[in-house]
T-cell receptor
């Protein structure tokens, strides 16, 4: 079966750093995606990892360990606008046609 | 603006009504998707269309009927829905190939069944 686990909710302070973890058990692996979704809006693509290691993109970074079935999204210098749900998703095969399997999402609240 | 437009944004309907959700993508992609997003549940894939052909039907009840007349348009026809079908319905598109390509989502249709 396919299973993606991430914490349901997190709270962090403006200006701080927060790490959102994601663990996965899938029949195969060909890439892990992170999306951001503000309430009432479309999920928007943040990052993609297919090889082990850290991918940095401005204030956001994403890490992958394939042997551990583990990823995290790191948000630095938190801003109030970063309050949103963060979705972890895995593509399980190397077929470009394979849909993504999503976790339930982590709702992040940034407080002053 | 994500390049994927969904209408209507909100829909309230009775269980005996028939309605349709519409999705249009302006990104030149060759694959389109319908997802259901319910509170406290993961995004659930419903249907996939690749080059206008349905390639996946994820055990969706027949009261949901998709239609993809061309690679830019996708519909979800609804009839005799149940209260548990109330949810946010998201459309997405992507360019299918062997490499990396994220899916681009629309803002969704918030559906409420009375």
């Amino acid at each position: 079966g396919q299973n993606i686990d991430q914490p349901t909710e997190m709270t962090a302070t403006e200006g701080a750093i927060v790490q959102i973890n994601c663990t996965y058990q899938t029949s195969g692996f060909n890439g892990l995606f992170w999306y951001q979704q503000h309430a009432g809006e479309a999920p928007t693509f943040l990052s993609y990892n297919v090889l082990d290691g850290l991918e940095e993109k401005g204030r956001f970074s994403s890490f992958l360990s394939r042997s551990k079935g583990y990823s995290y999204l790191l948000l630095k210098e938190l801003q109030m606008k970063d309050s949103a749900s963060y979705l972890c998703a895995v593509r399980s095969t190397n077929s470009g046609n394979t849909p993504l399997v999503f976790g339930k999402g982590t709702r992040l609240s940034v407080i002053a | 603006e994500t390049g994927v437009t969904q209408t209507p944004r909100h829909l309230v309907m009775g269980m005996t009504n028939k309605k349709s959700l519409k999705c249009e993508q302006h990104l030149g992609h060759n694959a389109m998707y319908w997802y259901k997003q319910s509170a406290k549940k993961p995004l659930e894939l419903m249907f996939v269309y690749n080059f206008k052909e349905q390639t996946e039907n994820n055990s969706v009840p027949s009261r949901f009927s998709p239609e993809c007349p061309n690679s830019s348009h996708l519909f979800l026809h609804l009839h005799t829905l149940q209260p548990e079908d109330s949810a946010l319905y998201l459309c997405a598109s992507s360019q299918v190939w062997e490499g990396f390509e994220p899916q681009h989502f629309g803002d969704g249709t918030r559906l409420s069944i009375l």
